[in-house]
């Protein structure tokens, strides 16, 4: 039943772009004035309905198959979790079905399933109780490509991070296929900075961080990436981001680690909560 039921969130990742990212693609159309931007824009648009109305995937890229779970340490699900999502993949690249993106390292030969050494990729986080939530978070290459870290001086702080920030969507161009969301993690380390970066990316589209100056931050390196007039994919228009999202953590005090991820317009995410009694809920 689990390896069902995750296999069915995997199917409404790839095949349903979430409301808040819809809504906000139609509302980049509505406001655009650019011809070109418009209609790159008109058939992102017709791909998010094809995939709804055919149950079929919104891209090509189906992406590397990514996991975020919350699990309960009382849950008694714990051991077979991993096994689960493992086989889940496997089903899923046949059945919804998914383009195989798992190649070795050495040989470059493809999997064929999805799955590999390392892949797909899980981040555990224990939690109290014996409920278990997963985020079904597949990402693609090309928004992948344009990852980055900056480490820097203390001294820099948050203006040295929307420069770095904002010149580095500048120099991605139209690679991750904008309109883009930008997930910003801040302190923790190297490695992180970067996780909190991509577990930002979860966020719906207008959900501001609770700290308010933060907030004021996710605002302003929004208009700044959309000052840049990259446009949907990368052709010029108004609109190169529909969202900056930022998590922090503390840091050390010679450290100021800046994780940078990016996703594309096809912001293909999903959810499932296992209770104790194996009930399971899926949604967006």
Sequence with gaps: MLVGALVEAIRLAVTRIPEDTVDALRKAYEEENNGIARFN??????????GRERSIPVCQDTGTMTFFIRAGVESPFLKELEGAIIEAVRRATLEVPLRPNAVGILSGKN???????????????????????????????????????AMLAPGEGWEGLKRFVVEKVRTCGGKPCPPVIIGVGVGGGADYSLKLA??????????????????KIE???LEEINALGIGPMGMGGKTTALDVKIEVAHRHPASFPVGLAVQCWANRRAFLRLKPNGRVEIWQ
């Design 219 to 221: 605002e302003e390196l």
């Design 41 to 50: 824009l008109e058939n992102i648009l017709r791909a998010i309905e094809i």
């Design 198 to 215: 991509k577990r930002a990316l979860l966020r719906k589209i207008g959900e501001r961080n609770p700290n308010k100056e933060i907030a």
């Design 111 to 149: 999997s064929g399933d999805n799955t590999g050494r390392g892949v797909p990729v899980i981040h555990w986080e224990l939690d109290k109780g014996d409920e278990v939530e997963i985020a079904v978070f597949p990402k693609g290459g090309g928004s992948e490509n344009c990852s980055a870290l």
